[in-house]
């Protein structure tokens, strides 16, 4: 299928996708559509007369909407983020549509991004920037913690895990890692340690989540994790939101159970992030109470929003369905 033939819509963009998008496509000439809505059982048909959706870690891509996107002539879901587990790869598989992702952008951003966010949460960085922003000079309340010293738990060592373990060493942290498919001889050549689950919650004074989201660790940072944890211990999350039991998270921070946390995923975030609700009411009764807590820190997932990973997101993005328009091998499928 040559590139001017073939058609993608696009779901769920903001104004930096649609640059980064139409500086890459310069290169391959598809006919693109941008949609600034969700993918969902509501939305599916206004991909009729398409080949291709291009959808993002908020759409929602069931055996429902799979079903709809088959109907109307889809033959290629195409994701512009490393994780997958919005779409039911049975129903694609069944109704013959691939799947392709990005696997890795820019692992960096999100990594460097965690840091920004322990940085911010452990040297009060928000309150002191409201207080100066007002005239307030004083310091009372805004006492932080040294890292050097502090033990750094680290869930999940793939790219990201392993570059935050790097960074996060060069303050002078000691790092205890997890991971079910541990890395070994990187671990070895850096002197970091692979401990067992329950130890990584114990010892972490900072502990980062870095690991996809499965059945198996859905909720992995739970009530009786919680309980294993320091009372003056943050947890840093830019990985995905279900990997925390969010009530359970709540309760640990109204309890004083941990110190604080710093999250850039939230496990129900589908309807606000994103989006402009500062004139409107949040009905989240969870999130809502999040943002009440002095120690913690929100930010909408924007951890991989950097030019640099952008740019690779939508380079890899429109190679994956080149290759898919090509019948060459899909280098990047997920099965």
Not at 278 to 299: E, G, K, Y
Request: glycine letters at 6%.
């Amino acid at each position: 299928m040559k590139a001017s033939e073939l058609k993608i819509a696009f779901y769920d963009t903001r104004s930096y996708d649609r640059d980064a998008f139409t500086t890459a496509n310069k290169n391959f000439l598809y006919n693109i559509d941008f949609f600034d809505f969700h993918l969902d059982e509501k939305t599916a048909l206004a991909a009729k007369g398409y080949d291709v959706v291009c959808v993002f870690v908020n759409d929602k891509l069931d055996s429902e909407v799979i079903k709809i996107l088959s109907e109307n002539g889809i033959k290629l879901i195409a994701l512009r983020c490393a994780g997958f587990n919005n779409v039911d790869l049975n129903a694609a598989e069944k109704e013959g549509i691939k799947v392709v992702r990005v696997p890795a952008y820019s692992p960096h951003s999100v990594a460097e991004h965690a840091v920004a966010l322990l940085m911010s949460l452990t040297r009060r960085i928000p309150q002191a920037y409201m207080r100066t922003r007002t005239g307030n000079f004083t310091l009372n309340g805004l006492t932080g913690r040294d890292l050097n010293g502090l033990t750094a738990g680290i869930l999940g060592t793939g790219k990201i895990g392993r570059i935050m373990a790097e960074i996060l060493s060069g303050f002078g942290m000691k790092i205890e890692l997890y991971d079910i498919y541990p890395n070994k001889d990187w671990a070895n050549a850096k002197g970091f340690e692979y401990v067992q689950l329950q130890q990584l919650f114990k010892d972490a004074d900072v502990l980062s989540l870095h690991c996809p989201l499965t059945e198996d660790t859905k909720h992995i940072v739970n009530e009786q994790s919680l309980q294993l944890m320091k009372r003056d211990a943050v947890i840093i999350n830019t990985g995905r939101g279900a990997l925390i039991d969010t009530k359970a998270l709540v309760y640990a921070l109204k309890k004083q159970i941990i110190g604080g946390a710093a999250l850039d995923v939230y496990e129900e975030e589908s309807k606000y992030f994103f989006d402009d609700w500062s004139v409107d009411v949040i009905r989240d009764d969870v999130l809502a109470r999040l943002m009440t807590f002095p120690n913690v820190i929100i930010t909408a997932h924007q951890a991989f929003l950097t030019s640099n990973a952008l740019q690779s997101i939508a380079e890899t993005t429109l190679s994956n369905i080149s290759a898919f328009a090509e019948g060459s091998e899909l280098e990047n499928q997920v099965k």
